[in-house]
């Protein structure tokens, strides 16, 4: 099998600029997405109150709804949560309401609700709990993320211009923005719920698609330094198609858990899965176009890799 | 070329594959329901051991492992419901004076305690529980704390007899005294500034008045925060311990938060009226000789002395601005309590008319306990109640007028330390408000953990099977390692770095399942592609490990700087899975590298191989190498 694909290299970088404009038309169509739709975000993000209700037998959403309307509470959002027997309902905050009230509010909205659906339904209805959530967290999470993720870049961009040279760091942060901005746009396109969980995921795909991104790099260093003959481009498609292998399977057996998350973990760590998933599969894609692309781009040469002599170094025979 | 390992790495191996079982196994071991019983305020001795068993006998609940020591006793149970009734009978038997906890005892083999092996913790969204994050109001401590230097200066200019026009407070972190010329002001600024290192001074002109302004330092500001955020966690603590919760949380967050964490805790409401009561302390007079028995309470002096205490409440508690214990001039044990200025106003018109009488200071704290009740259904329920306990902490004669700061004396060193333990527990530095409260059902969270548990098994056996599929034997030694990676993690994350295991947390082991197999796959690639270029399998092994290292330990010293910034700048969820992730990288390095290579060479090394069992490659003839 691997003896196959040495014999038919793939020639990546023959399709590098359709890539690239391919590229380029995801992120400003995920740009304008995000701008127009903006992302859906959780009540992590927006503050409000959360009832999470259980039933004995299935739940019809549109009944909780409109008996929900009905009943003064226009602005719910209903959703299921879980199986098909418990539902969470989240309804926008009360401003009349003083901030230091709104927790014990929330436990009486929960059980008015409750009792108000009870009413409404043949099936036995269980209060599971109610939840005051503060913007005011995930607002200074989401901060931080933010803040995390550009000091993150910062650093990155330092480490492999040491490690390696100056353009490749471009490339790696190029990458990085690019599975990023892609994921976010994908979340906003779909109207997706943005929640904390979202958020670490981001934050987890930047590990996994800098991991990507260095392997390739090294070995387009390696072959640079190794290999006497051959056009840059011609070089980076020889490390491309080394690390071929390497980069599905990895990509196959991260996405092997992550389906297995996504279908056994549960309702709490869904959000978390679907974001990785669509995080792997983009940035499995940048580390072979996005990177390697910018690279070429900024047109890397033989000298920028070669190894620099250390002033004053000896070479001694062992005594 | 052997592809030996020495015998040290050998031995090094073994050793760390020995300690990550041994440290990880603790997590097998179930805990059990217990009873924790401890003295309010004084050492446990025998006969209160004899009381508990005896009531326990009389209630018929089966208990075992009892253990006794002077500050506490603990006693184990076979089920939750025999637990809850156990709290009730215990109760009833001990009265006031005790604190007896609902608890989880280890059943971890003692000599693995010994060596400090123990259980990881688990996440309220694994065990289910009521959440708060507490938001402390900085700005009123800050507030506070200037009023207080506001009516210092007063005090001193006043009897320093140094006339103003007028003294304002421009906002919390500013204040200016007006004088009518310049050497007004620089007398008062010679006065003042020795005793407000905390504030800067700055002379300023204003249409023909001479200010001077008094500023808070931004460091000052710093500390204050620092201060009152110290002081309100250890006040929430101390209710909270007071409160009988089996291992509550109460953790600083951030510059001015506190994240209260109560498992198994089931009614917000009662919690959240328990943590938001401000006041606890109250200040009383005696009641005087021949008044109605309607008008005072009878309470027990610390020293056993029954006193008759007035009902009208002088002070309430969170007039208090700061309480310490000191010594006086003399070398003495005292307590000094310093009021606000409102509260100083109160405490001195109380006692200008009161000196020589006694007044007494009342500790009321909330406590829970569990009433079994019969509900709706007709069936029996256990409720956990929260009520009120009153106790004496102090009983002190007037000696004069009190000013705003005065002191309790008389008392022996411990005593003042107590009591002023108490004081502060009775009293907020800065009020608090709740910003975030979430419930968590035990049956969400263990359906949270069992999802969580399996996820983690069917995601590590896929990828097993298709390592084994992939790569054969090398497969092996990868699995192997992966198994040991998981061990190591759980090794690091319950006794090394005791760490909290919650849903993110798990995931991220998971996510480190999928990842970690990467340096294996890096490694095996290499191998795969020496040998179809014609390398002989020990060299090809050899140089496969010794290529794909520099890219491993590129990729992964990238991703620990990223895991680091989130360390260092997020919190919560992120922290939690930076931390994952940082303890998953350098495992992974070390069962992936240095593991697989050791499983590697003892298959493969010091002796003449013609072909590897790494699957999909053309391997080249014997003949050929």
Redesign the interface.
């Known amino acids: 099998?691997?003896?196959i694909m040495?014999d038919r290299e793939i020639d990546f970088m023959g399709v590098r600029h359709f890539a690239g404009i391919g590229s380029i038309v995801l992120v400003l169509v995920s740009l304008v997405s995000l701008a127009i739709n903006g992302l859906q975000f959780g009540l992590d993000f927006t503050s409000g109150t959360s009832v999470r209700l259980s039933y004995s037998e299935p739940v019809v959403l549109d009944q909780v709804n409109s008996s929900l309307q009905a009943n003064g509470y226009e602005d719910a959002v209903v959703v299921s949560f879980g199986s098909d027997r418990e539902i969470r309902i989240m309804l926008s905050v009360d401003d009349s309401i003083l901030?230091?009230d709104?927790?014990?509010h929330?436990?009486a909205v929960g059980e008015t609700i409750a009792e108000l659906l009870q009413r409404d339904s043949s099936s036995e209805v269980t209060l599971?709990?109610?939840?005051?959530?503060?913007a005011?967290?995930g607002a200074?999470?989401a901060e931080?993320?933010g803040?995390?993720m550009l000091?993150?870049l910062g650093?990155?961009m330092v480490?492999?211009a040491l490690?390696f040279q100056f353009k490749f760091s471009v490339g790696a942060v190029v990458a990085l923005a690019h599975d990023i901005i892609i994921t976010l746009g994908i979340f906003s396109l779909f109207k997706m719920e943005f929640n904390?969980?979202t958020?670490?995921a981001i934050?987890?795909i930047?590990?996994?698609s800098?991991?990507d991104t260095?392997?390739v790099s090294?070995?387009i260093r390696?072959n640079f330094r190794r290999l006497r003959r051959g056009s840059p481009e011609e070089m980076v498609n020889i490390s491309l198609n080394?690390?071929l292998?390497?980069t599905l399977?990895?990509s196959?057996?991260?996405?092997?858990?992550?389906v297995?998350?996504l279908f056994?973990?549960?309702e709490?760590?869904r959000g978390?899965a679907i974001a990785?998933i669509i995080g792997v599969v983009v940035g499995t894609y940048s580390s072979i176009y996005i990177a390697s692309n910018i690279i070429l781009l900024m047109k890397v040469t033989k000298d920028d890799l070669m190894i620099p002599v250390k002033e004053g170094s000896e070479l001694d025979a062992i005594p | 070329m052997l592809n030996r390992y020495p015998a040290w790495k050998n031995i090094l191996i073994l050793l760390v594959v020995i300690l990550g079982l041994l440290y990880s196994v603790p997590n097998l071991y179930p805990d059990d329901e217990a009873i924790q019983i401890t003295g309010t305020n004084l050492d446990l001795n025998q006969s209160d051991l004899a009381v508990v068993t005896t009531a326990l006998e009389a209630a018929q609940i089966d208990f075992f492992g009892v253990e006794f020591e002077e500050t506490s006793i603990m006693v184990r149970f076979n089920s939750v419901e025999e637990q809850l009734r156990a709290k009730t009978a215990i109760e009833d038997a001990l009265g006031d004076g005790y604190i007896i906890a609902l608890n989880l005892a280890p059943t971890t083999p003692s000599w693995l305690q010994a060596i400090g092996a123990g259980k990881m913790n688990l996440g309220l969204d694994l065990q289910g529980g009521v959440h708060f994050l507490m938001e402390v109001d900085m700005d009123a401590a800050i507030e506070r704390r200037m009023e207080d230097n506001l009516s210092n200066v007063r005090t001193i200019l006043r009897e320093q007899r140094i006339r103003t026009r007028g003294l304002n407070l421009i906002d919390n972190t500013h204040l200016e005294i007006r004088f009518a010329d310049t050497d007004d002001r620089s007398q008062a600024r010679a006065e003042l500034v020795d005793d407000f290192p905390e504030l800067q001074f700055q002379n300023r002109e204003e249409e023909g008045v001479f200010i001077l302004d008094l500023r808070m330092t931004p460091e000052t500001i710093l500390q204050i925060q620092r201060d009152t955020l110290q002081a309100n966690r250890t006040t929430i603590a101390n209710r909270v311990d007071a409160l009988g919760v089996a291992e509550p949380t109460v953790q600083q967050q951030g510059a001015d938060r506190i994240v209260v964490e109560l498992p198994g805790v089931q009614d917000p409401a009662q919690a959240i009226q328990f943590l938001q009561r401000i006041a606890t302390l109250e200040f009383h007079l005696e009641a005087a000789l021949g008044a109605s028995s309607l008008s005072y309470e009878t309470y027990i002096n610390p020293d056993g002395v029954p006193i008759n205490v007035d009902n009208d409440v002088i002070l309430q508690g969170d007039r208090i601005s700061n309480v310490r214990s000191t010594l006086d001039q003399n070398g003495l044990p005292q307590v000094q309590i310093n009021l606000d200025a409102q509260g100083g106003n109160q405490i001195n018109r109380v006692t200008r008319d009161n000196v020589g009488r006694n007044m007494d200071i009342l500790l009321s704290e909330t406590k829970s306990r569990t009433n079994t009740v019969i509900n709706e259904a007709g069936e029996q329920v256990d409720e956990t109640e929260f009520y009120e306990e009153k106790r004496l902490i102090s009983h002190a004669t007037i000696r004069t007028a009190l000013p705003r700061t005065f002191v309790i004396t008389g008392l022996s060193s411990t005593e003042a330390n107590e009591l002023s333990r108490l004081i502060s527990s009775g009293s907020l530095a800065a009020p608090m408000t709740i910003v975030e409260q979430s419930v968590i059902g035990p049956s969400m969270g263990a359906e949270n953990l069992e999802q969580g548990i399996r996820g983690v098994q069917v995601a590590a056996a896929l990828v097993i099977l298709f390592m084994l599929f992939y790569y054969r034997l090398f497969g092996l030694a990868a699995n192997i390692a992966l198994i040991m990676n998981i061990l190591l993690i759980f090794a690091v994350m319950s006794s090394i770095i005791p760490a909290t295991l919650t849903l993110p947390g798990i995931v991220g082991i998971v996510l480190t399942v999928g990842m970690a197999v990467d340096a294996n796959v890096l490694i095996f690639t290499r191998i795969r592609e020496e040998l179809n270029d014609g390398a002989p399998p020990q060299r090809a092994i050899d140089s496969g490990y010794d290529r794909a290292f520099t890219t491993i330990l590129d990729a992964n010293l990238t991703t620990f700087l990223v895991a680091v910034v989130l360390f260092t700048i997020g919190s919560g969820p992120v922290k939690g899975f930076a931390v994952t992730l940082m303890i998953g990288i350098v495992t992974s390095m070390f069962t992936a590298i240095v593991g697989t290579r050791a499983l590697i060479n003892l298959i493969y090394g010091g002796r003449k191989v013609d072909t590897l069992s790494i699957g999909g490659t053309l391997q080249p003839k014997p003949a050929e190498s």
Request: proline content about 0%; overall charge neutral.
């Open positions: 099998m691997r003896k040495a901030e230091s709104q927790a014990a929330a436990v599971l709990g109610s939840d005051f959530v503060s005011k967290v200074e999470l931080e993320g803040l995390g000091v993150a650093i990155i480490y492999i490690r904390l969980n958020l670490a934050l987890a930047i590990g996994y800098l991991n260095i392997v090294d070995r390696e080394q690390t292998g390497r399977i990895t196959l057996t991260t996405l092997l858990v992550l297995s998350i056994i973990g549960g709490s760590t978390f990785l």
